[in-house]
């Protein structure tokens, strides 16, 4: 019980470093920015394929019900291509779907410049300094399964108690953060480079990593859903321990 | 000789400075218009920062015949139906004429800063070295597909008509109205096609016929269908609500 609860408490913490809370805002604005934007792109095609191709007229991996693009059917003059059975097919549209990608798409990229200089910062600065080794990597103790129970169990118990902004994070805090700003977010910048026709034709090898344009793009999707989900938490645990001093935290430092 | 290589390495430093100012500048002030939008900049940095750091010549990733798929054909599907998405009355009565005789009397033109410009038949285009590929169409909806497109390198069509040095874009004029152009970095690639062949077979209306455009390291819609004049510039023509900026789209889409 102490031992655990005493994880929370200041041991040394210094506060958040400028270059911690700088980049943070600035990737969290570009962040937001890209999701708003990037849901209103797939909107305009809220279906999800895996391999290179994919359209409305072959099969999806799922297709997700959201705006009026979903299940919209109405394709005319279906023509197979070739005289072989199960031949791929064209078909004609005649009608006018949801579609908000002129402002959206060059959002996205604009949003996107933004945050590739951000993430470039903070990983820079980060490792250099040593403090991603030294704050988030969870050590050779925190990662026994045993190490890791107890902090699950700790976040189960309520009230969670107030923790000092900066630092130092329990294990579980550590993966959520290493998962994030080491796995997630130069995910999202790799599967969507590999979208862009002009970077894959340079770099085609990002097709061969991700299985082709619509596996990058379904792998995009389902980044973005744990970006999301990590928000959630993320905004959870402020409102949980002390809301208004982990903000202060993160913008004057502690 | 110390003091010449830190002058040296200041003198690359500044000039690599002012390059990137340079990209920033483009980004703002660029020839495309911007119509005072930050997002139309944002786009001109995009198109200066994709000429700036990938290589000019690097070829899309060409297919098998089993990868080729299903393609929709949206858009406009017959530039002579008033119902289109785009409809010129001019146009569409000229295709429906031309769709009548089976695209016999159908005519590219090719001007502007061309030494000799002409006007060439289907046949004439089909009597020059083809090139066949099989390459993914990305449509900004966010689907794509694979099919192999026959046709005649837009390069070789441009020095038939003889081209001048001082030439910097390549404006296309289509049966539906639209008007819009493209770099020389991809007109003078060698997958930049004038297609009037897809998937073993003659062009389909609904895909563009008799000739589309195919660039292959941009977004389907820059890959124009129903082409009628090919125009060669010096400068930047913004074609207004004909062309994509006017209208709220990036006119280069290489992402």
Not at chain 2, 5 to 30: E, K, Y
Not at chain 2, 124 to 146: F, V
Not at chain 2, 211 to 217: A, G, N, T
């Amino acid at each position: 019980m102490e031992a655990v609860s005493g994880q929370y408490q200041d041991s040394g913490s210094k506060g958040h470093r400028l270059w911690v809370r700088l980049t943070h805002w600035w990737i969290a604005v570009a962040v937001l920015v890209l999701m708003f934007s990037g849901f209103t792109i797939l909107m305009a095609h809220p279906r999800l394929y895996w391999g290179d191709t994919g359209n409305d007229l072959t099969r999806p991996f799922v297709e997700l019900p959201i705006g009026p693009n979903y299940k919209h059917g109405g394709w005319q003059q279906v023509t197979p291509f070739f005289a072989s059975p199960g031949s791929a097919v064209t078909a004609e549209r005649h009608f006018y779907i949801f579609n908000q990608n002129g402002w959206a798409r060059s959002l996205h990229f604009l949003a996107a410049w933004a945050f590739i200089v951000g993430l470039g910062a903070y990983l820079a600065f980060g490792i250099v300094s040593g403090h991603i080794g030294r704050a988030l990597w969870p050590r050779r103790a925190e990662r026994r399964p045993a190490a890791l129970w107890r902090d699950v169990k700790a976040h189960l118990r309520f009230p969670i108690p107030a923790a000092e902004p900066g630092g130092p994070y329990n294990v579980l805090q550590k993966l959520a953060y290493c998962l994030i700003a080491l796995v997630a977010l130069p995910l999202m910048f790799l599967t969507g480079v590999t979208m862009s026709p002009a970077i894959a034709a340079s770099y085609p090898i990002l097709l061969d990593i991700f299985g082709g344009t619509q596996s990058a793009r379904t792998i995009h999707f389902l980044t973005f859903a744990f970006v999301a989900l990590f928000l959630l938490v993320h905004l959870a645990m402020i409102a949980l321990t002390g809301p208004l001093r982990q903000l202060r935290g993160m913008i004057l430092g502690r | 000789m110390a003091g010449n290589s830190v002058l040296v390495s200041r003198r690359a430093l500044i000039g690599g400075l002012a390059s990137t100012g340079g990209l920033m500048l483009a980004g703002c002030s660029g020839e495309q218009p911007t119509y005072g939008s930050l997002l139309r900049m944002g786009d001109n940095f995009t198109y200066g920062a994709q000429r700036l750091l990938l290589p000019a010549k690097a070829l899309a990733r060409e297919y098998d015949r089993s990868a080729i798929s299903s393609m929709p054909a949206i858009g406009t599907v017959d530039p002579s139906r008033a119902d289109s998405e785009f409809y010129s009355p001019e146009g569409g009565a000229a295709y429906a004429a031309l769709k009548h005789g089976g695209f016999a009397d159908w005519r590219l033109r090719v001007d502007g800063s061309v030494a000799r410009p002409a006007a060439f038949a289907l046949a004439d285009l089909q009597r020059m070295a083809s090139r066949t590929q099989i390459t993914k169409h990305m449509c900004e909806e966010g689907w794509s597909s694979i099919a192999e497109w026959t046709g005649v390198p837009l390069r070789t069509v441009l020095e038939a008509a003889g081209i001048r040095p001082s030439a910097r874009y390549v404006q296309f004029h289509t049966f539906d109205g639209i008007i819009d152009s493209i770099d020389m970095v991809d007109a003078l690639h060698p997958q930049t096609l004038l297609a009037y062949g897809m998937n073993g077979r003659a062009l389909p209306i609904s895909h563009g016929a008799p000739v589309r455009l195919r660039v292959e390291r941009q977004l389907g819609y820059k890959s124009m269908k129903f082409l009628h004049r090919i125009e060669v510039t010096d400068d930047f023509v913004d074609p207004g609500r004909a062309g994509p900026i006017a209208g709220g789209w990036a006119w280069y889409v290489g992402v």
